[in-house]
């Protein structure tokens, strides 16, 4: 299985903040890289796919980088409705595997 | 508007079964693969399994493989999973969620509210 580890699993910032998240694969996943942000008690939301395409909708505040084994997501500068559990999730072998989540809090 | 409505979930013994459900609308439910996602209380994400767009191949992570079974019915716009052999460590909210890519390698772009599963005796 391809182990995706996250850092930092606990991120303390504040608004207007540059932050980023980092995923390490145990293998190389090319590209097949997603982001989700999700909030409590609400389902996941894509923010990025194919490690660096920001999905519909989704703040240009976002942007994802890497391929291979090392990947980041970037927050630009946080707002306040960002605060919320961040997870990578590899799509390119079986089983798809997510991180295990990074927390950003005030 | 694309909508995923997960229900069947509640409490369950262990060793018991239970089948979710997942009601969907606002997009053509029969050319995306599908996907079961679940996450136990205060816990991450795990991919459960996948369902192409005929029915015709599955796959699953190993702690469900044998106990867990997906599928559809594309003319009723609903996808399904039914979980025997029920164990505590099943216990999650159990989210259905719809590939965004046409392939069983992609990311979820639109996902339901999920449904609670709770085995304990």
């Known amino acids: 299985d391809t182990q995706l580890t996250q850092s930092p699993s606990f991120l303390s910032a504040s608004v207007g903040d540059r932050v980023t998240i980092t995923c390490r694969a145990s293998q190389d996943i090319r590209t097949y890289l997603a982001w989700y942000q999700q909030k409590p008690g609400k389902a996941p939301n894509l923010l990025i796919y194919g490690a660096s395409t920001l999905q519909s909708g989704v703040p240009s505040r976002f942007s994802g980088s890497g391929s291979g084994t090392e990947f980041s997501l970037t927050i630009s500068s946080l707002q306040p409705e960002d605060f919320a559990t961040y997870f990578c999730?590899?799509?390119?072998?079986?089983?798809?595997?997510f991180g295990g989540g990074t927390k950003v809090e005030i | 508007e694309v909508h995923l409505v997960e229900s069947g979930g509640g409490l369950v013994q262990p060793g018991g079964s239970l089948r979710l459900s997942c009601a969907t609308s606002?997009?053509?439910?029969?050319?995306?693969?599908m996907t079961w996602v679940r996450q136990a209380p205060g816990q991450g994400l795990e991919w459960v399994a996948n369902i192409n767009q005929d029915g015709s191949d599955t796959y699953y992570v190993d702690s469900v493989k044998g106990r867990f079974t997906i599928s559809r019915d594309n003319a009723k716009n609903s996808l399904y999973l039914q979980l025997n052999s029920l164990r505590v460590d099943d216990t999650a909210v159990y989210y259905c969620a719809r590939d965004r890519g046409g392939s069983g390698w992609s990311d979820h772009d639109h996902w339901g509210q999920g449904t609670l599963l709770t085995v304990s005796s």
């Open positions: 606002g997009f053509t439910f029969s050319d995306f693969w």
């Open positions: 999730q590899q799509f390119g072998s079986y089983p798809l595997t």
